[in-house]
């Protein structure tokens, strides 16, 4: 059995952290979510697939708080977050990297990792957080003093990563990490992202890059005009012909 394998099958008999059902998000008369169902474990990553507009950034900003359901449910570790303003979902450890990645580019990088920690009260504890992902993210570390906004696309996704990870994320949500990356780049933060997994922290990826994000997760989910359509193992999903057909280019 591969790591990969043995990762999914010890997180297939973990407790659920988020578990979503009949999710239902309208934007006025336009509705974005329609009964979606997503169960997400403790130490999985699960990858939400799809294309433009299938509904993956509502999911999150559903989850988030950003944005209301008219229908269904969200739970964190049992407790229901359907109505909890976005800093009380904060406080309970769900922690959302969005799209574009919308670092401070007038900050350092070291003032945007101590933005990350401003639920941090103790500045000992912040420091020792911020080194993490020193560790973690070295290249942050020899750049910590420059501006944001003159960071390459590839260090400004790493900085967006690092900012939510000084947080300490229970659940990590990322919106398409992949987005304008050089294939190089879109390895090493698939790899990062499994590292920050391996180290405890839940994972649930937005991507449209299906064969990067389908390469480190445990499950996958496919969703359509905002409802789920295809959903299983991460490996069975990249073998599967409508996902080949449709999101890997035609090819295995």
């Known amino acids: 059995m591969s790591k990969g394998e043995s990762s999914a099958a010890a997180g297939s008999q973990a ?3 988020l578990e979503i059902s009949g999710l239902e998000v309208r934007y006025g008369g336009v509705q974005a979510l329609r009964g979606l ?12 697939l799809g294309n433009n507009g299938a509904g993956k950034t509502t999911t999150l900003s559903a989850i988030s708080g950003l944005v209301r359901p008219s229908a269904g449910s969200i739970t964190l570790a049992g407790r229901d977050i359907s ?7 904060v406080d309970a450890g769900v922690v959302h990297v969005p799209e574009g990645r919308r670092i401070f580019s007038t900050l350092t990088v070291q003032e945007n990792l101590q933005i990350g920690g401003y639920l941090v009260r103790d500045s000992g504890e912040l420091r020792r957080r911020i080194d993490e992902v020193y560790q973690l993210l070295p290249r942050l ?16 996704q790493m900085l967006a990563i690092g900012r939510a990870l000084v947080a300490r994320p229970r659940l990590l949500m990322l919106d398409e990490p992949s987005m304008g990356l050089a294939p190089l780049i879109v390895a090493a933060v698939m790899d990062v992202i499994g590292d920050i997994n391996a180290a405890g922290s839940t994972v649930l990826l937005v991507e449209q890059n299906a064969k990067a994000a389908l390469r480190i997760a445990h499950r996958g989910l496919v969703i359509e005009n905002g409802a789920a359509v295809l959903h299983g193992p991460a490996a ?9 057909e449709a999101y890997l280019g035609g090819a295995r």
């Open 37 to 48: 169902d997503l169960t997400v474990r403790e130490g999985e990553i699960v990858a939400l």
């Open 15 to 17: 407790a659920p952290l």
């Open 141 to 156: 570390a020899e750049r910590r003093g420059q501006q944001g906004g003159t960071l390459s696309g590839g260090e400004q």
């Open 83 to 89: 109505r909890a303003k976005a800093t009380k979902i």
């Open 236 to 244: 069975e999903l990249a073998a599967d012909a409508r996902v080949v």
